[in-house]
């Protein structure tokens, strides 16, 4: 008998808080989607100099013209932003304000150079930050490279792979020079580009490499993998054993051979 009047006594205290839990929720959730909603464009705060305002583009160009003459062909060119408050921050809003650097006649600590400071552009690419803090990455965190290096923020496009066949490697072959080729035995995956093998930001794998070990070439090279490993019509689970494609003695010059058909030295 108790149990039923237990039961009967939150029957009625659920009733009585009803009209509220209710309309309660209901605003909860309007909150939420209010929240989720109501911004339909990327926030994006422009980096900050101490004691510096904005003094608009027209002020960069009498010293930078060559750069910003070209700039309206740079895909950076197309970030735009609605308002008056915007029509005149271009430059600064990844240099930041630039009065400063105008006063002392273009002084560099008077303005934000991302070539060192790599913050700007994490501000809109924020996996970077992360990719270039894992175990195989360019040395761009510790001030080695910049962005710059291999990206051109300024002029047509920031994409080293957007190029023709012959040049779409040329931004990691400057540094790498080794693997420029031409070789008299090319990999064909250099046509495709070094990332189909590297991803140039940052992988947890050794050499930036996209998967661990020689599964980056098995996703191109195997034909048969039931039983046994098939590569170019031979067994190869035997010498899987023995390493990677490259380290176990087979494939040393991956990039590319001037002696060997096999990608050997």
């Known amino acids: 008998m108790k149990a039923v009047l237990s039961i009967l006594s939150q029957v009625r205290i659920w009733l009585s808080l009803r009209q509220w839990v209710l309309p309660i929720g209901a605003i909860s959730l309007a909150f939420v989607v209010i929240s989720c909603t109501t911004v339909k464009r990327s926030i ?56 400063l650097h105008v006063k002392s006649g273009g002084e560099a600590n008077t303005i934000i150079n991302s070539r060192k400071n790599p913050e700007t552009c994490f501000a809109c690419h924020l996996d970077k930050r992360s990719q270039f803090s894992l175990p195989g990455a360019h040395p761009l965190l510790a001030g080695k ?41 090319e990999h064909e995956a250099m046509r495709d580009g070094c990332v189909t093998c590297h991803n140039p930001h940052g992988t947890v794998n050794a050499k930036m490499l996209n998967t661990r070990e020689s599964q980056v070439c098995l996703q191109c090279h195997v034909q048969s993998a039931n039983r046994s490993i098939i590569i170019g019509g031979m067994p190869h689970s035997s010498l899987m054993r023995n390493g990677t494609c490259w ?16 990608l050997r030295y």
């Open 44 to 99: 994006f705060a422009p980096p900050q100099i101490a004691g510096a305002d904005y003094s608009g583009s027209k002020s960069c160009v009498e010293c930078h013209e060559p750069i910003t003459r070209k700039f309206l062909t740079a895909d950076h060119a197309r970030l735009l932003a609605p308002g008056k408050n915007s029509h005149e921050v271009g430059c600064e809003s990844c240099h930041g304000p630039g009065s």
């Open 247 to 262: 380290t176990a003695g087979c494939h040393e010059a991956v990039h590319g051979s001037h002696t060997n058909a096999n």
């Open 145 to 185: 490279i910049g962005c710059s290096d291999c990206h051109n923020p300024h002029e047509g496009s920031a994409f080293p792979g957007n190029k023709p066949l012959l040049n779409r490697n040329d931004a990691c072959t400057k540094c790498h020079t080794d693997q420029r080729g031409p070789f008299a035995f």
